[in-house]
């Protein structure tokens, strides 16, 4: 029985890349900062179920150091390394394409960080198009933060929160309640279109409930993504009769192609409670792929250094629990799209190596080579699901 998982840790980077200095990242390193601030904190981080797969050797070779408070030399049980983008950017939707086979090697468009950050004649056309009173925010800012900021007065004035990132994106957030979860899909369905001539990759619906300053995201985000340019890993299992299960928001990403069922969760531990089910019924010739998205957008973009590592922590405290699900012949493989170092300026993603830490009761412990594309881990994953090899990237096992 031959089965793939992809644990994605959303924004979890090991290390700057060779052109980090492009981007304004020289010297960003997630999991190394994360550590380093741990042990100043006097609580060094222990991961023991990531570090035996082959973690920190993985974060060793990307980066030339130990993190702090990690030192595992040998003895692992995973076959573990690095790999280094081959996409322009350091986005989500170019990370996730990349690992899947389709590398981003065109310029997104991105709003700039100017205040308004979005034409005039767009937000104009928009707001004709949808008969909203108006905007509030249009700017550059953490999600978390301008809905908490701006909450109050957009259930008062109507007008929804507009914003942007780093990555090439529109985001639009309203209340559930005040505003209404449809209404806010539409208008962000006509925004999508509006955006087709700017080249901008997603327009994301941000839902969020509460009172009084005090806001909370919900689960009913829903992205509305440009599809990836060339048939995927999804596309190739999909092709071949296996099931693609997409967890979190794995289908928004790839705009459902390649997807066969979705399963949702509010957060991180909801996710791994699901993906627990998946494992116990995901048959054969599956391939189930889940983005633990805390990690980037409650405490990488937000610059929560103690919320990262504590996240950290419950992962790993979890995947024993994953471990023991899975079947002769099961693959799997922990890595991440981008990194968010929450000790860097600013609160944008950083270009960093990703971990490709493989395990599963088959795999042979060793130091894999460095991928010069992320699309070697879905390469290998096409490789020992028997489906048809990918348009790019190297099968490493």
Not at 108 to 129: A, C, H, I, R
Not at 333 to 354: F, K, L, N, Q, Y
Request: proline letters at 6%; hydrophobic letters at 40%; one cysteine or more.
């Amino acid at each position: 029985m031959s089965r793939a998982f992809i644990l994605l840790l959303d924004s979890f980077g090991l290390g700057a890349l060779p052109d980090a200095d492009k981007y304004g990242d020289t010297g960003a390193n997630t999991f190394g900062h994360i550590a380093e601030w741990a042990a100043k904190e006097g609580k060094p981080m222990s991961l023991p179920n990531l570090e035996r797969l082959g973690l920190a050797a993985a974060a060793h070779k990307a980066s030339g150091e130990w993190a702090a408070g990690f030192d595992q030399r040998d003895g692992f049980t995973g076959a573990w390394g690095v790999a280094r983008e081959q996409s322009t950017g350091k986005d989500t939707q170019s990370g996730h394409w990349e690992i899947a086979g389709v590398p981003v090697l065109f310029d997104w468009g991105y709003f700039p960080k100017t205040v308004p950050s979005f034409p005039q004649e767009l937000t104009d056309k928009l707001q004709e198009l949808t008969g909203v009173p108006g905007w509030l925010g249009n700017c550059h800012a953490s999600g978390t933060t301008i809905i908490n900021e701006l909450g109050d007065e957009h259930v008062a004035s109507g007008k929804p929160i507009l914003y942007t990132s780093a990555d090439s994106v529109l985001q639009i957030a309203a209340h559930e309640e005040h505003f209404g979860l449809d209404r806010l899909y539409e208008v962000c369905e006509a925004a999508y279109e509006l955006v087709k001539p700017y080249n901008i990759g997603r327009v994301i619906a941000r839902p969020f409930v509460g009172a009084n300053g005090d806001y909370k995201r919900t689960s009913n985000r829903h992205d509305y993504a440009v599809p990836p340019t060339a048939p995927t890993l999804l596309d190739h299992v999909k092709e071949a009769g296996g099931e693609v299960i997409a967890l979190g928001k794995i289908s928004d990403i790839f705009a459902a192609q390649g997807v066969t069922r979705l399963v949702k969760g509010p957060d991180n531990m909801a996710l791994f409670d699901r993906l627990l089910e998946v494992a116990d019924e995901a048959p054969a010739k599956s391939l189930s792929f889940v983005n633990f998205v805390d990690f980037d957008m409650h405490f990488g973009h937000r610059r929560d250094v103690a919320g990262y590592s504590n996240a950290l922590h419950e992962l790993d405290a979890r995947l024993p629990e994953f471990m023991a699900k899975l079947k002769d012949g099961d693959l799997v493989v922990i890595t991440a799209d981008h990194g968010c170092d929450p000790t860097a300026p600013g609160s944008d993603h950083t270009r960093e190596h990703i971990p490709m830490i493989f395990f599963g009761p088959n795999v042979k412990a060793q130091e894999l080579p460095t991928a010069s594309t992320f699309s070697d881990i879905g390469a290998t994953l096409a490789s020992h699901l028997g489906v048809q090899p990918l348009s790019n990237g190297t099968a490493l096992l």
